[in-house]
């Protein structure tokens, strides 16, 4: 005897055959096309495909390349279950849609410092120096000869000589959110790594700071929720700019950099007016 497939209403109202001879739709595991394809959850979502600036079919089929690549090197940002339906032109038929937050999780920079890392590790694991040296390379200081700050051996350089500038350096860099500085000195203190530096990198840190510190002095009474919801929205910012880059647009209007953050801000729940000139300091001392 023949079973014929039952056609069923899906979320996004297309009416698809169900495998199933009971013709249930309702208790199937299907993709609910009017949630986000990677998290699941509702809200504020973007559709590629309802963009009248870009090629919604292109930014489908980018992402799911870069699911697989992410899938290939076993570093999954979070875990996705398209259901057996991670193809393009499915995607582009239900119009699928996401979470601006989850798509930046695969952006193609992210999956470079991925592979990056996945590369020193097995570089590490073949070398045969010393456990002083494979530290030190490990957390990105490749040449300790060179400068911590512009990573230039040219030109007068000097040696940290005292706990106090580890110390000091240290802080101004967790203040500034500088991965990159604290990956260079994360091996020892200062003294103990022989880190080198150019008086005037270190002086223009410094003044950069004390810039920063002023320029944030009238939010110090923000609670801890706030500054890490601020956090979050920057980071996702300089994501963006990341993500535009990599696609050949070099030049960013303040304006729009501006609205872009206090749109993601007021999504985040957090209504403040922020201060372009603020705003372009920490992008200019980030980017």
């Known amino acids: 005897m023949k079973i014929k ?3 069923i209403n899906r979320p996004c109202g297309f009416l698809c055959e169900c495998p199933f001879p009971c013709g249930l739709g309702a208790l199937c595991h299907l993709m609910d096309w009017q949630l986000c394809v990677i998290c699941g959850g509702g809200g504020n979502l973007k559709c590629p495909a309802e963009s009248n600036q870009k090629n919604g079919l292109e930014v489908y089929r980018n992402f799911l390349h870069s699911v697989e690549e992410f899938e290939a090197v076993q570093s999954l940002p979070v875990s996705v279950d398209f259901k057996g339906e991670g193809n393009a032109e499915v995607f582009m ?49 490749q040449d300790q000869a060179s400068c911590i700050f512009c990573s230039v051996a040219s030109g007068k350089l000097h040696n940290c000589t005292t706990l106090t500038l580890d110390h000091d350096l240290r802080q101004m860099a967790t203040d500034f959110q500088d991965t990159r500085l604290l990956a260079r000195i994360s091996g020892g203190d200062l003294v103990a790594i022989e880190a080198k530096y150019h008086f005037n990198c270190l002086s223009a840190y410094k003044s950069k700071h004390r810039s920063v510190q002023r320029a944030e002095a009238d939010n110090s009474n923000h609670s801890n929720d706030i500054k890490i919801i601020e956090a979050q929205a920057f980071a996702e910012l300089l994501s963006h700019m990341e993500t535009n880059v990599e ?4 030049i960013f209007r303040l304006s729009e950099l501006h609205f872009l953050y206090q749109e993601r801000l007021h999504d985040l729940g957090v209504d403040v007016t922020v201060n372009k000139t603020r705003l372009k300091l920490r992008l200019q001392f980030l980017w």
């Open 247 to 250: 696609t050949g647009n070099f």
């Open 5 to 7: 497939n039952a056609l």
């Open 93 to 141: 038929k239900h119009r699928a849609k996401w979470h601006k937050s989850c798509h930046l999780k695969f952006a193609l920079s992210k999956l470079a410092r991925v592979k990056q890392q996945l590369g020193k590790k097995r570089s590490l694991g073949a070398s045969d120096e010393g456990t002083r040296k494979s530290k030190r390379t490990s957390v990105g200081i």
